[in-house]
């Protein structure tokens, strides 16, 4: 297992420095002991010298390559915050250049551009670790262990709700509005991959109706309604939106599990870390009680990234290995599509990587 000594420390060289990027910086790398951020690399000159400002970053320590980065700062891993469509290409040369990879989530647009990344990593034998952060909460954790433990029996349906209102900025400031499907890739990814750890199963099929008001200033969805059919015939309804004015969920929604023996609720991921997650539990048509949630030293990001180091590290593999978050890329694919076609569209089988 990995200490919090120095030498022990994760090398990471940090590729993409744009609004999230940043954030990771400023607070997600800072309370991880086990790593330690030894070169930042932006292709965009004017992003990288931002953040050297920001962060009181030496020259010799900003690059506008990655491999130029490798080569010439003592690195064990890359830590990928780029837009979406670089994920893989600059995960395919950190690779190549003998480092672990920690990618931010959505992985891919397709299963198949994923794919390559996987088993790259896997004929290097290196990490590769998607941050699904949303994993990282108790509330999500305590749901997924009492459902596997029976506290509601079978499941019979999942019922999904997020809202949020993101429609005050103007259009020609506002870069989420032209997102490639802003709800689908950007926060559904989240809770498609929530859906395949709390139930421990895999989406056969998946439904998509765009719902979004004449008003919207989004190209593509911003919000929709879908059906997603997953492995024993269990059904879940999911219901997002970014311009809803509706009361406003928590970041992981509003869930509801109905089981044969029970009824389970969670919500979480507020904006103060995991004090915000709650769950109740119902057994045998009794009341809701509140479910205790164990402490969490570290959350989101920041336990993921501890996990990624340990791995990197040679301890156990971490939760979102590449391979583990083909499924939710694979719902989060049909689902795009879906949205295109106004049709059911089957999801990709993967295989037995829902953990």
């Not at 420095?17 to 030894?38: H, K």
């Not at 809770?191 to 004449?214: C, I, N, Q």
């Not at 057994?283 to 340990?310: E, K």
């Not at 689902?335 to 106004?342: F, N, P, Q």
Request: aromatic share 8%; hydrophobic share 40%; charged share 20%.
């Amino acid at each position: 297992m990995v200490d919090g000594d120095e030498k022990q420390r994760t090398r990471l060289i940090h590729v993409g420095l744009g609004g999230w990027g940043s954030d990771w910086e400023a607070n997600a790398i800072p309370p991880v002991a086990e790593v330690e951020r030894v070169a930042v690399v932006d292709a965009h000159e004017p992003t990288l010298r931002a953040a050297q400002e920001k962060f009181d970053l030496p020259d010799e320590m900003c690059f506008t390559s990655l491999t130029e980065a490798a080569e010439n700062v003592p690195a064990d891993a890359a830590l990928v915050t780029s837009p979406m469509d670089f994920h893989v290409p600059v995960a395919l040369e950190a690779l190549d250049a003998g480092l672990h990879v920690l990618v931010e989530k959505p992985f891919a647009g397709t299963v198949a551009e994923a794919r390559t990344a996987v088993e790259r990593a896997e004929e290097l034998g290196l990490v590769l670790q998607v941050s699904q952060n949303y994993r990282f909460y108790p509330g999500a954790q305590a749901a997924r262990d009492l459902i596997a433990a029976g506290a509601v029996g079978d499941l019979s349906v999942v019922h999904v709700d997020f809202r949020r209102w993101d429609h005050d900025a103007p259009v020609e400031t506002y870069r989420h509005y032209a997102f490639p499907h802003p709800l689908i890739y950007d926060m559904a990814i989240h809770h498609f991959d929530l859906l395949r750890m709390t139930t421990g199963r895999e989406a056969v099929s998946v439904y998509a109706k765009v719902t979004d008001p004449p008003w919207s200033r989004y190209t593509e969805e911003a919000s929709a309604v879908l059906v997603i059919e997953l492995t024993g015939g269990l059904v879940a309804s999911y219901r997002g939106s970014w311009v809803s004015r509706a009361p406003q969920t928590l970041w992981d929604g509003e869930w509801s599990f109905e089981g044969a023996g029970g009824h389970l609720t969670l919500t979480g991921r507020g904006n103060d870390g995991p004090a915000d997650d709650a769950v109740t539990l119902s057994v045998g048509g009794g009341p809701a009680r509140p479910v205790a949630l164990p402490p969490m030293p570290l959350w989101g990001r920041s336990a993921g990234l501890r996990q990624f180091a340990r791995a990197v590290r040679g301890g156990p593999a971490p939760d979102v290995t590449g391979r583990a978050n083909l499924g939710s890329v694979a719902l989060m694919e049909a689902a795009a599509r879906s949205a295109g076609s106004g049709k059911v569209e089957q999801v990709e089988q993967i295989g037995g990587t829902s953990a």
